[in-house]
């Protein structure tokens, strides 16, 4: 039997990249941020379990995940989970790099002026992420906490290594 899961669909996750992108608003972001990020554009319901940093909208962000259904899936612990989409993600990140639809530059990923081309703006413009202010919110709240050390995104999510971060 043939399964299909969004997780484990280069596609989709270029499909959410773009989305993250026209929130962000040519804001440049790292790619281990984007890779948070896009977790939880994949599983929203899984906020409702996840520490998130303390910050304007959090607590929306709580509620909006407690109202959300859980999935009736078996699913490993948010960090294996998390692991294993990596792959799928730099693949992803790898094809919008090849068309120049996103630019890395010093560890950091911004928009090239490709992404702003009819066909693109067209695919994410009356997305689900776009035009939900919740995910609007998550991209926010993701983007105003710190990435590092013992009170960051990795380490209040728990789905990154932190502790050996260089702060």
């Known amino acids: 039997m043939i399964i299909y899961h969004h997780r484990n669909d280069v596609f989709n996750c270029i499909f959410r990249f773009l989305s993250i992108f026209s929130i962000l608003d040519r804001e440049k972001i790292e790619f281990e941020r984007l890779k948070i990020i896009d977790f939880y554009f994949a599983f929203p319901h899984l906020l409702a379990t996840t520490t998130i940093p303390r910050a304007a909208g959090s607590s929306k962000l709580k509620k909006f995940a407690q109202t959300l259904s859980i999935p009736y899936e078996n699913f490993p612990s948010n960090r294996?989970?998390?692991?294993?989409?990596g792959d799928f993600q730099s693949q992803a990140l790898d094809i919008l790099r090849s068309k120049e639809i996103l630019i890395l530059d010093d560890g950091w990923l911004s928009v090239g002026e490709v992404f702003f081309r009819e066909e693109v703006m067209r695919l994410v413009n009356d997305s689900r992420f776009t035009s939900n202010p919740v995910f609007k919110t998550l991209v926010t709240v993701f983007m105003t906490c710190n990435l590092h050390g013992a009170n960051g995104l990795k380490s209040k999510t728990g789905l990154m290594e932190y502790r050996y971060?260089?702060?």
């Open 165 to 167: 971060d260089a702060v």
């Open 80 to 85: 294996i989970l998390f692991s294993e989409m």
